[in-house]
C-alpha cells in the first residue's frame, strides 16, 4: 500500500491554531506522533510513511509555539 502524500490542516483549539501534518487513509486507525523541544512534525516523517502504508492514519501536530502552531497572545487568559 502506498504512504501517500502528507496532507496539512489546522485546529483551532482555545484561541491557538496548532499545525497537524497527516498521512494514510482517513478511515485508518489513528497514530498520534508528539514531537520534543526543539523539533517538529516533520522529525517523525519516516514513521508517518512507514505506518500510513500499512494502513494505519498518522498524524503529527507541530506543539503549540512551534513550526506552524500559534502562541496564545499575551494578554490572553487561560483556563489551565
Not at 496548532?18 to 498521512?23: C, G, M, S
Not at 517538529?40 to 512507514?50: D, E, I, P, T, Y
Not at 500499512?54 to 490572553?76: K, M, N
Amino acid at each position: 500500500m502506498d504512504a501517500g502524500e502528507v496532507r496539512h490542516w489546522n485546529a483551532d483549539v482555545n484561541g491557538v491554531s496548532i499545525h497537524v501534518a497527516e498521512q494514510g487513509p482517513a478511515d485508518g486507525t489513528a497514530v498520534l506522533f508528539l514531537h520534543g523541544f526543539p523539533e517538529l512534525w516533520f522529525s517523525w516523517r519516516h514513521q508517518m510513511a512507514a505506518l500510513a502504508s500499512r494502513g494505519f492514519r498518522a498524524l503529527a501536530p507541530d506543539l503549540r509555539g512551534y513550526g506552524d502552531s500559534s502562541v496564545r497572545c499575551a494578554g490572553s487568559t487561560s483556563s489551565h
